[in-house]
């Protein structure tokens, strides 16, 4: 039993998902700090708040609080560039890998290298 738990913990997609997780929320810290320290910090020099939740809008006896929605919208967005620049950063990279590896032509196993080398050795007893 203790096996086939090892082998499930251990299976290629949970342990893939479980580091793409943590570093998901790795990343997350960051683009909060991003967000929060810096881009904020410019919208709060610019309009004289540090993000848009005092916006709200008047119904009745109600507000609406539409300044929540939009600071919830621009930390997506800025979430969504940031993975974005990351995923085209990776595919340039994969992008090259494989040129690389297409340009170099595959070369021979040594065994094969020998068998040919042994081959051609015959060959010339052969004809002589």
Not at 18 to 25: H, K, M
Not at 48 to 61: C, H, K, L
Request: net charge negative.
């Amino acid at each position: 039993m203790w096996d086939s738990y090892k082998a499930f913990l251990l299976r290629g997609n949970l342990l893939e998902l479980a580091v793409a997780f943590v570093l998901g929320v790795a990343f997350s810290t960051v683009v909060t700090a991003f967000t929060d320290g810096i881009v904020m910090a410019l919208i709060g020099a610019l309009f004289g708040e540090p993000n848009f939740d005092q916006v709200v809008i008047p119904v009745g006896e109600g507000q609406v609080l539409i300044g929540t929605f939009l600071t919830a919208v621009l930390d997506f967005l800025i979430v969504a560039t940031a993975l974005f620049f990351v995923v085209q950063g990776v595919d340039r990279l994969r992008k090259a890998d494989e040129e690389a590896a297409e340009e170099e032509p595959a070369a021979d196993p040594e065994d094969v290298v020998l068998l040919r080398e042994i081959r051609d050795l015959l060959s010339d007893r052969q004809q002589s």
